[in-house]
């Protein structure tokens, strides 16, 4: 396993943000999400570093679905970031926090009544508009409660960019935004900008997650500033703003490359200025929305080891006290990670074992055949780069309940959620009354 951010090997043992984990397992105990608070802190002003221009103005959306809590909420303000939202639930939980209503965007393909009315109410950024329908529920809502609201248009730019590859694509199966090859695009837009109670900025895309190809970025700008330039013609309006999404690639094994953000933001940059040269056309603002790129590296999983089987096959298991609740990752598309006995770090005595969870399931593994140190009942499992995609996709299967997490720097710990208490798993549960 690659240690990362502040990860040290102190006599064995491994330390994260200057604690070591056996002192993290005897406060919060396991299984554990723990962030190291200064790699976040680095990736943050990586991607703040690189992602400025003198030809306009930059915003960086932090994309909240990744991992969100009132802490987290508190280090992207503290930050000056922006933040987006996809459903009430993240709204609510960014809106308990002091940040400014106006840095929050919404987006999300079915937004509900329930939800334009929670943004139209709080004065939110802007929301970003999925389709031509979304466009007239979000009006009608403002003229009830008489306001204006900044808003988007979320496109299909034809481009499908996932993991190491990009692919323009003929088909556009995407159920996100509305295609920039549909012949009604232009009537949509009209139609955006002619209703009163909407501001329209400009346009929005997001081609993917988990990308490492540079050319992908630089053909969606392509795509996005031309695209934009033609409607503003067409139309004879200003459009102010483009939003060319998140996705930036993260390293979880050997498998994947280590990307400099700062660089590749360097890169998009100008390859957002040479189009806007070539096309000799200006735009104000350019917005991004990294996620994974800001919060995955930083986030391990520390886990207690409950038992060793070795299967009448052969395949040898060591069984750990969390598992797919806290990471669905792997059982849901065999993502990769890489992880480390954390309390045995300097024994080289290695074996090839499976790392099994603790639910009702066969799929539920956390890594598969991987080379571990020999351990016992009680030591510690460290999975890295769990930080995005993890917390938020946890679930209570099996009445699991959800760890606590903690972020760690300097030496010290703050605990950022609670562990679930077994009254949280059925606080919402109702007796039958007559049975
Ligand atoms: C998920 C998502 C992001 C963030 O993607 P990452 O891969 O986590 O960087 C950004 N924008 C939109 C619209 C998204 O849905």
Redesign the pocket.
Known sequence: MKYLGSMKNKDGVLEIGGILVTQLKKEFGTPLYIYDLDLMEKKIKAIKEGFISEKFKTTI?Y?S??YLSKGMVQIIDKFGLDI?A?SAGELHTILSTKIDAKKIHM?GNNKSLEEIELCVKNNIGSI?LDNRFEAEKVAKICKIFDKKINVML?LNIGIDAHTHEYIKTAKHTSK?GESIFDKDIIKIVKEIIEKEELNFLGF?C?I????FDELAFCEGIKTMVKFTKEISQNLNINIPEINI??????RYTDDDTDVDLKKLMKKIITSLEETLETENFKIENVSI????????QAGSTLYSVGGLKKTFGGEKYIFIDGGMTDNIRPALYNAKYESIVANKLNNEKKECVTLAGKCCESGDIIIKDTKLSKCDEGDLIIVSCTG??GHSMSSNYNKALKPPVVFVKNGKSYLISKRETYEDLIKNDLLLEDI
């Open positions: 959306v994309a679905k990744a987006d996809v987006h970003i979320r996100f929005h997001h993917g997650s988990q990308i999404g998140g996705g930036f690639g993260v929305e990294p996620g994974r790129s800001i919060v995955a995005a995609y």
